[in-house]
């Protein structure tokens, strides 16, 4: 959780105000699902679960996103998943708006 509030602080300092932090799959499927997204950084690996129905819901809904993960080599994901963007930790806030601004955000 100490990982997640830094990629908050991150975002809030790149100027992405109405941050969210979510401990599971189902808490952030209910959060898309209530709330409007513009953009998501998503951990690849959150213990039990991945973040993977998670990215292909906002993929469906044409909402962008980042990954990040601790580890170089990443879990086998969709195919429609593997050109999504990465920052490795531990990432900086520079790392960050660069791969941002990749997206054309």
């Known amino acids: 959780m100490i990982i997640a509030m830094e990629a908050e602080e991150i975002l809030r300092d790149l100027g992405y105000e109405d941050c969210h932090v979510c ?14 997204i513009t953009f998501a950084l998503l951990d690849i690996d959150l ?12 993929l469906s809904r044409g909402t962008p996103f ?5 580890y170089n080599e990443f ?9 999504v963007p990465v920052v490795t930790k531990p ?15």
């Open 23 to 36: 401990g599971s799959v189902r808490s952030a499927l209910k959060l898309i699902a209530d709330h409007p």
């Open 47 to 58: 213990g039990s679960e991945t973040s993977e129905e998670i990215a292909t819901t906002l």
């Open 66 to 70: 980042i990954f990040a993960s601790g």
């Open 75 to 83: 879990p086998e994901l969709a195919k429609d998943l593997v050109e």
């Open 91 to 105: 990432y900086t806030a520079s790392d960050v708006a660069g791969v941002i601004r990749k997206l054309g955000l």
